[in-house]
C-alpha cells in the first residue's frame, strides 16, 4: 500500500491568492481620480461663494435699507447704531456686522431730523427663523410699521405674515405697553393684534419676537431729543451692515400652521 509520506504535492489553498498587478493598480487609479474629483470640486463651490459673497451682501443691504424706510414713514436717511459700553451710539464706518442683538437703526427726514428707530428682531416660526425689522417711534411708544425680512413659513398659511396687507397694518399704529397681545378675532385694544385664520402659530412667533426684541431694546432707546445726530456722510451713501439675530425652528414643527 502507498505510504501518505511519500506523496510530497503542494497543497491548493483556494482564495488566498493576492489580486494580479493589474487589478491593484485600476483601484488605486480610481481612489486617486475620486480624491482629485471631490478636491476640485470643493474648491470650485469656496471659489463661488468668494466670488458670490459681495454681490449677495449687497443685496442684503439693499433689502434692508429699503425695509428701514418702510417701517419707519418719512425716513429719507439712515444710520446704523449700535450698543457700546452702555450707551447707543453712531457704527464706525469701519466697524464689522454687530452681534446679533446689539444693533439698531436711525431713520431722519430729509433735514436729518431723528424720527425713530428701526429694530431687527428674529426668532423661532413654525417651519425656521423668522427675521423681521419694526419702527419704533420713541416719543408716542408705538410700533408704526413691521416688515418680514426672510420666513420659510407654509406656503399659504404661515408665509401671510410676510404679505398679508391687514396683518401688517396693524403694526402702523401699535402700543407696545404693557406688551403686544395676539387675540383671535378682533381685537379692541391699542395693543392688540390678530391672528391671522390658519396661521396662529406664525402670528403668535411674530408677536414674540417683538415683544421679546422690545424688552431688550426700548430702555436703552433714548427719545428723539437725547437720540443720536445724524453723522455726517462724507458724499457717500453710509454703510449698512446686515443684522441676524440667532434662533431657530419650533421643535417638532414640520408641516404647517
Known amino acids: 500500500m502507498p505510504d501518505e509520506r511519500d506523496d510530497q504535492r503542494p497543497l491548493v489553498q483556494i482564495g488566498s491568492q493576492e489580486p494580479e498587478g493589474p487589478g491593484r493598480f485600476e483601484t488605486l487609479r480610481l481612489v486617486l481620480t475620486l480624491t482629485v474629483a471631490g478636491l476640485l470640486s470643493g474648491l470650485l463651490i469656496v471659489s463661488a461663494y468668494e466670488i458670490t459673497l459681495p454681490r449677495i451682501e449687497a443685496n442684503q443691504a439693499a433689502a434692508l435699507r429699503k425695509a428701514v424706510f418702510e417701517v419707519l414713514p418719512g425716513t429719507k436717511q439712515m444710520q446704523q447704531l449700535v450698543w457700546r459700553d452702555g450707551h447707543l451710539v453712531v457704527a464706525g464706518p469701519a466697524q464689522k456686522a454687530p452681534e446679533p442683538g446689539s444693533s439698531v437703526y436711525g431713520g431722519y427726514d430729509q433735514d436729518g431730523k431723528f424720527l425713530g428707530y428701526a429694530i431687527p428682531a428674529a426668532g423661532p416660526g413654525f417651519q425656521d427663523t423668522i427675521q423681521l425689522i419694526f419702527g419704533f417711534d420713541p416719543g408716542s411708544r408705538r410700533i408704526v410699521g413691521m416688515e418680514v425680512l426672510e420666513s420659510r413659513e407654509t406656503p399659504g398659511l404661515g408665509s401671510r405674515i410676510a404679505d398679508d396687507p391687514g396683518f401688517h397694518s396693524q403694526f402702523n399704529d401699535l402700543a407696545v405697553e404693557p406688551q403686544v397681545v395676539l387675540v383671535k378675532g378682533h381685537g379692541d385694544k391699542p395693543n392688540d393684534v390678530d391672528a391671522i385664520t390658519g396661521a396662529t402659530i406664525s ?20 427719545n428723539a431729543p437725547q437720540a443720536p445726530a445724524l453723522a455726517p456722510s462724507k458724499g457717500k451713501e453710509r454703510e449698512v451692515h446686515p443684522v441676524k439675530p440667532p434662533g431657530g425652528p419650533v421643535p417638532g414643527g414640520n408641516g404647517g400652521n
Not at 412667533?205 to 415683544?211: D, G, P, S
Open 203 to 222: 402670528s403668535t412667533a411674530v408677536v414674540k419676537i417683538i415683544n421679546n426684541a422690545d424688552a431688550n431694546w426700548l430702555p436703552k432707546l433714548p
